[in-house]
Structures are given as C-alpha cells and as structure tokens.
C-alpha cells in the first residue's frame, strides 16, 4: 500500500490532553508517514490579536520541543472562530487524514449540554480519533472494537478498519448486541456479513463477538473493549444530531467519553452505503 501523505491535524490549546493527541499523531505517523498540523483556535474577541500572538509563540516553542526530540518537523495554523464549527470546516478544506483530538470526558456543564467533543465532531467530513489518556505501551493498534449493529451506517466505518488494519496489522473485532427480535437480528447480521465480506477481502483479521446483556450497548462496549484490552472503539456519529439529542444523550456520548479513557475513532455518515465498495482498498 502506498504511504499516505494526506495530515494529520492535532487539535491543541496547550492542555495535557493535548499533548496526548499529539503523542498519538506521532505514532500513527510513524506507520503512515503522514505529517503532523498543529491546529489551535482563538475565540473571536477584542484581544483576540493579543491571544493570537501568544498562541503563535507558544506554538512556535511546541514545534521547536518536538522536533528536538522526535527528529520531525511540525507546522501549526492559528484560526478565529468557534471550535464547535472551524475545526471541522479547516479539517474537511484541508483534506485532512483524521482530526486527532484531546478530550477530559463529560465534565460539569457537558453532562447538561453533551459532549463539546462531539459537537465538534459532528461538524466534520473527516473523521476524529479522540483520547484521553497518553498512547499505550503498544507501538501500534493491534485490538480495535467494531460494534456491529442494524443501522446502514455501521457499514461507513469499514473504510477506517481496513485503512488501519493494514497500517498496524491490527485485528478486527466485530462486536453485536445480543438481540432476539428477528427482524433487528437480520438487520444486523446483514452488516455483519457485508463487514466479513470486506475484511477477508483485505486479509484483515476478525473475530466475531456477542454482547452478554441486552440493553446499554454502549456500556456493553466499553465493558469489552477493557476486557480484551483493546486500543481503539470504531464508531459511527447519529445523522442529523439536533440539541435534543445532545440533552437527552446519545449513544456515542458515552463510548467517546468512556471511563476506560481507550481511544475512539468517530466517523461521521456521509457516504451512502451502496458505494462503500468504491473507497476500499
């Protein structure tokens, strides 16, 4: 496979959170080739060229340090605006790799509003990894959580389970609710066969798992992807996110804020099922 040359942008505002995403741009990079942009995004206002301009000497020193130390150079772009809409426009302008983003979970007024982390993704055509903590001991993905459930977009992410399976020779979980209604659980296998389908094809490496309890599959995700200590959950954002969503919780929400602080890749509903096959490798 070709090396990709498409970047990855690190979105930072100088907090430890992101200096873990940045860490995890470097070992994607590593395997990739991709280069690193520094993304930091200064609210509107009148010392808005005062914060800029200490932004900018800040972002100067990072690229400095981590050169320094890596032996890699950065580059960095400062942008006015709200992060909830100017990550995700520059992102899909720029033709982005991935957004890798920091996050501290669902704190204080977030758990009201939802999740600021997903309000910036949702903005997106290009696909965020979000982390908490810094990268594991591991050099690279080897586990990545695919849940598997009877909506069309299940099968959108496939893309990114290929694209990283091949990168780190990673194996593929898929992961299905443990369903009894016969309509749903056809629905479900139909994703499931089509993902089996694709992964052979791409000799990428499957096990095929059934959640043990009916009802929160997010929680039930979470509770196995920290039981086979798996580096990544591969989801998919809800269509057409309204304010309602956010206040009364989605899915998502909660496996992007997970307490087991494993990384997760979103990928936003954009492609129509039907020409999934056109992006694969």
């Known amino acids: 496979m070709e090396k990709a040359d498409k970047m990855l942008l690190v979105t930072f505002d100088f907090t430890p959170v992101s200096d873990n995403a940045l860490a995890h741009a470097l070992r994607i990079s590593k395997f ?8 930091h995004v200064v609210e509107e206002g009148s010392d808005h060229e005062q914060k800029r301009e200490e932004a900018e000497n800040k972002l100067k020193l990072v690229c400095e340090a981590f050169h320094d130390k890596n032996g890699l150079s950065l580059d960095f772009v400062i942008l006015k605006g709200s992060i909830f809409n100017t990550i995700g426009k520059y992102a899909s302008e720029n033709e ?55 909506k069309a977009e299940t099968r959108e992410k496939l893309y990114w389970a290929i694209y990283l399976g091949k990168y780190f020779n990673s194996r593929v979980h898929l992961f299905k609710p443990p369903i009894t209604d016969k ?35 997010s929680k039930e995700t979470i509770s196995f992807a920290r039981e086979i200590d798996a580096d990544l959950i591969l989801i998919t954002t809800t269509k057409s996110v309204n304010m309602t969503d956010f206040m009364f919780g989605l899915p998502e929400q909660e496996i992007i804020a997970n307490s087991a602080k ?3 890749m979103a990928v936003n509903p954009r492609v129509g099922a039907s020409s999934i096959s056109s992006v694969m490798y």
């Open 32 to 39: 990739t080739d991709s280069p690193i942009r520094l993304l």
């Open 96 to 150: 982005a790799r991935m957004v890798i983003m920091g996050t501290h979970g669902i704190k204080g007024m977030q758990k009201l509003t939802g999740s600021w982390a997903l309000k910036v993704i949702v903005k997106s055509k290009v696909p965020f990894l979000v982390v908490q903590d810094k990268p594991s001991e591991k050099h690279r993905f080897t586990d990545i959580v695919f849940p598997i459930d009877f």
């Open 183 to 217: 309509s749903i659980v056809r629905m479900i296998n139909t994703n499931l066969n089509f993902a089996i389908r694709y992964l052979i094809q791409n000799n990428i490496e499957y096990k095929i798992h059934v959640g043990k309890r009916s009802g929160n599959f």
């Open 262 to 264: 494993i990384p997760v």
